[in-house]
T-cell receptor
Framework: AQSVTQLGSHVSVSEGALVLLRCNYS??????LFWYVQYPNQGLQLLLK??????LVKGINGFEAEFKKSETSFHLTKPSAHMSDAAEYFC????????????FGSGTRLSIRP | NAGVMQNPRHLVRRRGQEARLRCSPM?????VYWYRQLPEEGLKFMVY????????ESGMPKERFSAEFPKEGPSILRIQQVVRGDSAAYFC?????????????FGNGTRLTVT
């Protein structure tokens, strides 16, 4: 079975500071991994996805994530936080052999301090 | 190019009533997924449908919940005899195909409140 664990339900950083949102996955087969962002009262928007082509994945809005198989991690980072980055971020996994559903983590709410 | 359209955005029902949530996928998308988001929780998979077929309903409660995606028209998630615990945001997503390289496109959700 596949699952993801997001460490920290709430992360607060200062504007301009590094953003680091943690995600660890569990998968018995090579996984496909995603990060989604949800702004208030909206649906989820894809930030980036890992599909085994490259371990460092660049996404929209300056975000990137690195797939580390040895650590079973897929942490999301951004060098310099912007006020507009305040949102809920979800890590997700889908099994290689079946993409009928995506399993989401419980989410991390990112707050940006002025 | 319209995205995934869900309606209504907000739905209030009294206990025992029926709730019908509608989802029109993006143009050209034939795969629809329904997710439920409880307060302070992530999204939980409910059901995956293609036109006229339920592919995976492993996340659907055994009773009171049903989903369809007819040949014509939107996908419908129906909740019969709603209870307070059904209060949540229900999100629909669509993709052009069910492969792992097809990211999901989400609607803005329907927020169901059961009073």
């Amino acid at each position: 079975a596949q699952s993801v664990t997001q460490l920290g339900s709430h992360v607060s950083v200062s504007e301009g500071a590094l953003v680091l949102l943690r995600c660890n996955y569990s998968s018995s087969v090579p996984p496909y991994l995603f990060w989604y962002v949800q702004y208030p009262n909206q649906g989820l928007q894809l930030l980036l996805k890992y599909t085994s082509a490259a371990t460092l994945v660049k996404g929209i809005n300056g975000f990137e994530a690195e797939f580390k198989k040895s650590e079973t991690s897929f942490h999301l980072t951004k060098p310099s936080a912007h006020m507009s980055d305040a949102a809920e971020y979800f890590c997700a996994v889908t099994p290689y052999s079946s993409a009928s559903k995506i399993i989401f983590g419980s989410g991390t709410r990112l707050s940006i301090r002025p | 190019n319209a995205g995934v359209m869900q309606n209504p955005r907000h739905l209030v029902r009294r206990r025992g009533q029926e709730a019908r949530l509608r989802c029109s996928p993006m143009k050209g998308h034939s795969h629809v997924y329904w997710y439920r988001q409880l307060p302070e929780e992530g999204l939980k998979f409910m059901v995956y449908l293609q036109k006229e077929n339920i592919i995976d309903e492993s996340g659907m409660p055994k009773e009171r919940f049903s989903a369809e995606f007819p040949k014509e028209g939107p996908s419908i998630l129906r909740i019969q005899q709603v209870v307070r615990g059904d209060s949540a945001a229900y999100f629909c997503a669509s993709s052009p195909e069910g492969g792992e390289n097809s990211p999901l496109h989400f609607g803005n959700g329907t927020r169901l409140t059961v009073t």
